[in-house]
């Protein structure tokens, strides 16, 4: 059974920081780019990042670059969302997400063929 689970979501004042986790199994975890998504109330679910299987290239959102980093590690079968310097903007459900090599740099959900439950993230002003 394919499952994503992501972790680390909470409360944090605006300023703060907070690490999700997303944890793979039931595929082959190295052959899928993996992304964040998110979704606020109301609004349109969107990519924030993605990274390559693995030769470590990265895409952000205009939004947050500068303030999250993605990684992952393919030995444990984890990806990661650093988010440094969070704004209330930034309140949403986090999904980590993973689809086919060539569409990495893709933030369309369409092309994404495996997803999390999500984790909520909530920045306080």
């Known amino acids: 059974e394919v499952q994503l689970v992501e972790s680390g979501g909470g409360l944090v004042q605006a300023g703060g920081s907070l690490r999700l986790s997303c944890a793979a199994s039931?595929?082959?975890?190295?052959?899928?780019?993996i992304a964040w998504f998110r979704q606020a109330p109301g609004k349109e679910r969107e990519g924030v990042s993605s990274?390559?299987?693995?030769?470590?290239?990265?895409y952000y959102k205009d939004s947050v670059k500068g303030r999250f980093t993605i990684s992952r590690d393919n030995a444990k079968n984890t990806a990661y969302l650093q988010m440094n310097s969070l704004k209330p903007e930034d309140t949403a459900v986090y999904y980590c997400?993973?689809?086919?090599?060539?569409?990495?740099?893709?933030?369309?959900?369409?092309?994404?063929?495996?997803w999390g439950q999500g984790t909520q993230v909530t920045v306080s002003s």
């Open positions: 039931g595929f082959t975890f190295d052959d899928y780019g």
């Open positions: 997400a993973a689809a086919p090599t060539h569409y990495t740099a893709s933030f369309f959900p369409g092309h994404y063929d495996y």
């Open positions: 990274i390559h299987r693995n030769d470590g290239s990265t």
